[in-house]
Antibody
Framework: EMQLVESGGDLVQPGGSLRLSCVAS????????MNWVRQAPGKGLEWVSV????????YYADSVRGRFTISRDNFRNTLYLQMSSLRAEDTARYYC?????????????WGQGTVVTVSS | EIVLTQSPGTLSLSPGERATLSCRAS??????LAWYQQKPGQVPRLLIY???NRATGIPDRFSGGGSGTDFTLTITRLEPEDFAVYYC?????????FGQGTKVEIK
């Protein structure tokens, strides 16, 4: 069964850093662009970032550009999100999500998410 | 940044009724729009991609339409499992923003 499993979420102080991981299984990972999407408690979905299948092309939401870095290791079938200069407003459940068709913008496979809490 | 505005915020309907959800983009996004359904405690589920194509396994009571700046998601006859929050998302150009969501609740 195709699956995405996120990890790395934690309680971190404002200004701190954290790295999230998302391990993919049962599909050819490097054939697909991958996204990070977050959802603050009780709020809607917010797209965070996307990376192409080969890792060359990346894009970010305005709210995280310059603070977050998306990357991937296609040998380990793993997607990453390096987060720095964290703020209270970054508190959310972070989902990784796979593009439906290669580089398509829609996403058909989501992990269960990992929770990041930014608080002193 | 392209802003997506969904309306209404909440839709109160009874099972068997028709639901029409709207998503308006602040500039043209061609047909580069998806719709997702999210139930409490669950991950989002892709319903529609490229504005009008049903994703794999999605019942035909769900349909999407529109292009440019105005899009709709229609659920022809609401089933009990359809009461949820629905989000639109564009992928015309980054950043790939979501709308704020429409909650479809039981009347």
């Amino acid at each position: 069964e195709m699956q995405l499993v996120e990890s790395g979420g934690d309680l971190v102080q404002p200004g701190g850093s954290l790295r999230l991981s998302c391990v993919a299984s049962e599909f050819t990972f490097d054939n697909y662009a991958m996204n990070w999407v977050r959802q603050a408690p009780g709020k809607g979905l917010e797209w965070v970032s996307v990376i192409s299948g080969n890792g060359v092309v990346t894009y970010y939401a305005d709210s995280v550009r310059g603070r977050f870095t998306i990357s991937r290791d296609n040998f380990r079938n793993t997607l990453y999100l390096q987060m720095s200069s964290l703020r209270a407003e970054d508190t959310a459940r972070y989902y990784c999500a796979r593009a439906t068709r290669g580089g398509s913008g829609d996403t058909d496979l989501w992990g269960q998410g990992t929770v990041v809490t930014v608080s002193s | 940044e392209i802003v997506l505005t969904q309306s209404p915020g909440t839709l109160s309907l009874s099972p068997g009724e028709r639901a029409t959800l709207s998503c308006r983009a602040s500039q043209s996004i061609s047909g580069n729009l998806a719709w997702y359904q999210q139930k409490p405690g669950q991950v989002p589920r892709l319903l529609i991609y490229d504005a009008s194509n049903r994703a794999t396994g999605i019942p035909d009571r769900f349909s999407g339409g529109g292009s440019g700046t105005d899009f709709t998601l229609t659920i022809t006859r609401l089933e009990p499992e359809d009461f949820a929050v629905y989000y639109c998302q564009h992928y015309d150009e980054p950043p790939r923003t979501f709308g704020q969501g429409t909650k479809v609740e039981i009347k």
